[in-house]
Structure formats: structure tokens, C-alpha cells
């Protein structure tokens, strides 16, 4: 593993994060999944958080390695996801907000939201394009460049991570002039896909 990255993910009843460590080729390996059951708007949750943020991965060569970036999206809560990344901007955590576009999956121009007095700064991630290149990797069966491995005890501790996964498809349709376009829809409409979102983002 060379870089380990992260991302949050904010609902109303609960916070989801993932954590990714990436090698060559983008070969990856999801580390850890939470799901934090808490009211976003208290600060244990958070808490509980910046532990999994913070927390060491010792590597099969005997090096500690812990996340260098880490995105939380600001979708809901805003202002809450601003103030939280703003204080911890030393810990590579950044407030993100996803828009459906295509071009680089990191739109360097920095943002800003959040109430006068109390704004931080934000970024987009275009999740398009995020979306095409992680589908790239599902496809991959083989351990090497771009495979993912996801461990069993993951899945054993969140039994629909799977699901959540491949919770999306890529469709092609139309826009309002009639000109054909990709986009990602979900397979089922009830079903939960914050580790699509959190994977995407990381």
C-alpha cells in the first residue's frame, strides 16, 4: 500500500465512512467500514469519527501508514461538515460536495459555503467520472491494477455491503435537447448505496 484515503458520508440518523488503501496501479483494499448511529448534528458521532480517521495500518513490510485525504460530503448538513473539516484541515480531511459532471474528479477551484462569520471552504468532486473509473476497477476479477479487494469480514459486519457496491448502473438516456447521455440510476430505488457514495469519494 502507498496512500490510504477515506470519505464520510452524513444521513440523518447515522455517519458511514470507508477507508481505501491504494497500491500500484490503483490496486485497492478496503481497510474499514463504519456505520456511525448518531444524530449528525451531536458531537459524539463526529468523535467516533476522527478516531477512524486517525487510526494506524501497519503494512506487510512493518510500516504505519494512516489515511493522507479524507472527503466528507457536505450534502447534507453543510454547515456542520464545513466547521468539522475546517478544524481538521491539518489531517487532510477536506468538505466535498458531489455533482453529477463529467471532467477531473477533483475540481481544484476552492469554494466557499457555510453561514458569514463561520464559512469554510469546500470542493467538488465530479462523481460522473468517479463512478466510470471505480466501475472500471468492479470489473477487474483478478488481483493487480485496479482489482479491489474487499476483505470477508467486512462484508460479515455489513452484510449489504455488496449490494450498496453495485447499488448503481450506468444508463444511457436522453437530455431535454434529445442528445444522448450517460448516467448512473439506481438498480432499486429502496435500495441503500452509501458505500458507493464513500467509495466514490475516496
Known amino acids: 500500500i502507498k496512500a490510504i484515503t477515506g470519505a464520510t458520508d452524513v444521513q440523518d440518523n447515522r455517519i458511514e465512512s470507508i477507508v481505501v488503501g491504494w497500491g500500484p496501479g490503483w490496486e485497492c483494499w478496503i481497510l474499514d467500514y463504519a456505520v456511525i448511529l448518531t444524530d449528525p448534528r451531536d ?5 467516533r469519527n476522527d478516531e477512524l480517521i486517525r487510526r ?18 457536505s ?15 491539518r489531517w487532510g480531511v477536506w468538505a466535498i460536495k458531489g455533482v453529477d459532471q463529467r471532467g477531473a474528479i ?10 458569514p462569520g463561520t464559512q469554510g471552504t469546500f470542493f467538488a468532486v465530479r462523481t460522473l467520472t468517479a463512478k466510470d473509473d471505480l466501475s472500471a476497477h468492479l470489473r477487474v476479477t483478478q488481483p493487480g491494477p485496479k482489482y479491489v479487494h474487499i476483505p470477508d469480514r467486512i462484508v460479515k459486519d455489513h ?8 447499488s448503481e448502473r450506468r444508463v444511457r438516456t436522453r437530455d431535454r435537447k434529445g442528445r444522448e447521455v450517460i448516467e448512473w440510476k439506481k438498480v432499486a430505488e429502496h435500495r441503500r448505496n452509501e458505500v458507493w457514495d464513500t467509495m466514490v469519494y475516496a
Open 159 to 166: 452484510p449489504d455491503f455488496l449490494d450498496q457496491m453495485t
Open 43 to 47: 458531537h459524539s458521532g463526529w468523535q
Open 75 to 89: 450534502g447534507y448538513l453543510p454547515q456542520k461538515v464545513l466547521e468539522y473539516c475546517q478544524s481538521r484541515r
Open 106 to 115: 477533483w475540481d481544484k477551484r476552492v469554494r466557499r459555503g457555510g453561514r
Open 56 to 73: 494506524t495500518y501497519r503494512t506487510e513490510d512493518d510500516r504505519e501508514m494512516r489515511a493522507s485525504a479524507w472527503c466528507v460530503d
